[in-house]
């Protein structure tokens, strides 16, 4: 199981980014996926998940209605792309796949003016 993630970076806040997950080593079609994120000093929390098929994505009371979660089971993709950022959202993103317990290497997302 592998999990590669890319996108992120640095943003102003109001602006956007769109976090990439490549999975590989399992059939990524089959199984839920989420996004957390882990800020400096703060225990790691869930951001958004969605469901093997897509349906039903949920989001964390802070990201509703400026993240938007999506996959792609044809290319075995997971998004998260980030809207209206605020300097709260800075914090290290992973991608994590709970049936194997497997999560991305992480990247730093990082929101200032």
């Known amino acids: 199981v592998k999990l590669v993630e890319s996108g992120g970076g640095l943003a102003r806040p109001g602006g956007s980014l769109r976090r990439s997950c490549a999975a590989s080593?399992?059939?990524?079609?089959?199984?839920?996926m989420s996004w957390y994120r882990q800020a400096p000093g703060q225990e790691r929390q869930l951001v958004a998940s969605?469901?093997?098929?897509?349906?039903?994505?949920y989001y964390a009371d802070s990201v509703a209605g400026r993240f938007v979660i999506s996959r792609d089971n044809v290319w075995n993709m997971l998004y998260l792309q980030m809207n209206n950022l605020k300097p709260e959202d800075t914090a290290v993103y992973y991608c994590?796949?709970?049936?194997?317990?497997?999560w991305g290497q992480g990247t730093q997302v990082t929101v200032s003016s």
């Open positions: 080593g399992f059939t990524f079609s089959s199984f839920a």
């Open positions: 994590y796949v709970s049936r194997f317990a497997n």
């Open positions: 969605i469901t093997d098929s897509g349906a039903n994505p």
